[in-house]
């Protein structure tokens, strides 16, 4: 197999990237305005808290049950789709992964290839390799289509062009789609993007599809879509291929109906979404439609490498809902693309280090606050600040300090400067005396600092005055001030 690189853009520019994000006034109110709207829409889905947290507790419980029989539930899933007559390959890298769909491709003489919504292909940057040996990609969820017109990475893992104004996308669609007339009405919008992509899906050879959950228990994929189009990509073309993480499957299908409720409430604010698609196998004798070949490729990318840690091995209960992205006060005022990863936001901090290596994305968990906003929402309840700051020691370790579990990059942030300085603070708090002396002279010091607000503060929303002052309210509800 090619050891080839990846066209990966650098994560660990991600201070300037969330400087110019910043400095960009339409960028923030996009981001903000829907943000919130996610948000509220959210909060809508769980009104009873005590439900909530239950069915977390159940959406947790059923990942870890997955997790600790990982090996055995992916051999009986693999054993019941080739019962199936479904074909199964194991990818560990992206290259792996790119080059099995290759040769599917190759074997077929297919040279167009509709996809479905798939973050797993946008890890592997499938579409780009494929364009390079001479097979075409066509992003048919809207969301992907409007990005892959304007040559650009997803900025959310659920929403991919929600950084755009719906000028940005009527501007995008006159100029690339033939006969499209410029609107802004977003109903218009839609149909147009409908129009052009119908056609995509009767002139595939191929379609792909990513994967939410997958069943040991029945061989089954459960695709949970609202456009219709990842029905359509896996069952119109001949062929179907599905690319899915490896953490992905649970022992049985009737535990998805729980995690499918958690995910689809805490992504996008819905009860349930407009179509479930589940899959088991090919097209059989006697049925009138569905692909006659399917191909599952299993990817792990770095997956093993979380997986082999007992507390890092918790990135892998991820059902990808997007919540803790909607809810974080840096991807809520940066946006998705300073992140320079496939996965932004709190999701993307914990993981890309496994998929991408330390020393690449060393900066990305410095990128955070720990207000723990990511965690309190997430409805698998990954611990996602102590998880940050577990990969903020690993990135700063000195190289000779030995670990448990060494991971790729390890001390890439490593400084000797820094650890004087946290060694110096560790002995102050250890010793009262000590620390009273440095604080009484920190406290002269002060005068020193600088009193204006700078760099990430400056970029803050300010808080909005009341409406009403606190003697008011207190009037109305007949309280004494
Ligand atoms: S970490 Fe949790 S909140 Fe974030 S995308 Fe994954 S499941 Fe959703």
């Known amino acids: ?148 017109l304007a040559h650009e990475k997803p900025s959310h893992i659920v929403m991919p062009a929600i950084h755009k104004t719906r000028r940005d996308i009527a501007q995008l669609f006159e100029a690339n789609i033939p006969a499209a007339a410029y609107t802004e009405d977003v109903d218009a919008l839609i149909q147009t993007g409908r129009r052009a992509l119908r056609h995509a899906f009767v002139d595939a050879d191929i379609g792909l599809s990513g994967v939410n959950f997958a069943a040991a228990d029945t061989g089954t994929l459960w695709l949970v879509e609202n456009e219709g189009n990842g029905r359509l990509s896996t069952t119109v073309p001949d062929v179907h291929v599905a690319i899915m993480g490896i953490e992905k499957v649970v022992a049985k299908l009737d535990y998805i109906v729980p995690l499918s409720s958690l995910l689809t409430r805490s992504a996008t604010g819905q009860a349930i979404t407009t179509y479930f698609n589940l899959i088991s196998g090919p097209r059989r004798e006697g049925e009138q439609d569905g692909p006659r070949e399917m191909h599952v490729v299993l990817l792990d ?37 300073a992140y320079g990863t496939t996965y932004p936001g709190p999701i993307g901090k914990i993981i890309s280090p496994h998929l991408l290596g330390l020393e690449a994305t060393a900066d990305l968990p410095t990128a955070s606050s720990l207000c723990g906003a990511c965690g309190e929402v997430c409805p698998v309840r990954i611990p996602i600040p102590q998880l940050l700051i577990r990969l903020r020691t690993e990135a700063n370790r000195a190289p000779d300090e030995a670990v448990a579990h060494a991971l790729r990059g390890q001390g890439a942030n490593y400084s000797r400067s820094e650890q004087i300085v946290w060694r110096f603070w560790r002995g102050a708090f250890a010793h009262p005396r000590v620390y009273r002396v440095f604080r009484w002279a920190a406290t002269r010091l002060a005068a020193f600092a600088p009193s204006q607000q700078m760099g990430w503060t400056q970029h803050r929303t ?16 007949g309280q004494p001030e």
């Open 1 to 148: 197999m090619s050891t080839q690189p990846l066209h990966f853009v650098a994560p660990n520019d991600f201070k300037a990237r969330a400087r110019a994000a910043l400095d960009d006034p339409d960028l923030r109110a996009n981001f903000r305005g829907a943000m919130d709207f996610l948000q509220g829409k959210r909060a809508a889905q769980f009104p009873d808290a005590d439900e909530r947290e239950a069915l977390r507790d159940l959406g947790e419980a059923i990942r870890r049950d997955a997790l600790a029989r990982l090996p055995e539930l992916l051999a009986q899933f693999e054993s019941q789709l080739v019962a199936a007559g479904a074909h199964v390959h194991w990818a560990e890298t992206p290259n792996e992964a790119n080059e099995i769909v290759l040769r599917i491709a190759q074997a077929h003489c297919a040279k167009r290839i509709v996809k479905g919504k798939s973050m797993a292909s946008e890890e592997i940057e499938l579409n780009d390799y494929l364009a390079e040996h001479g097979v075409t990609c066509t992003e048919s969820d809207l969301g992907e289509f409007i990005v892959q």
């Open 301 to 337: 990318n770095g997956r093993t490498q979380a997986y082999a840690d007992e507390q890092l091995r918790a990135t892998l209960q991820c059902i990808r809902c997007g919540a803790c992205m909607n809810h974080c006060p840096v991807y809520t005022r940066v946006g998705g693309h």
């Open 462 to 477: 300010p808080l909005k005055p009341a409406a009403r002052s606190l003697a008011d309210l207190l009037r109305a509800r």
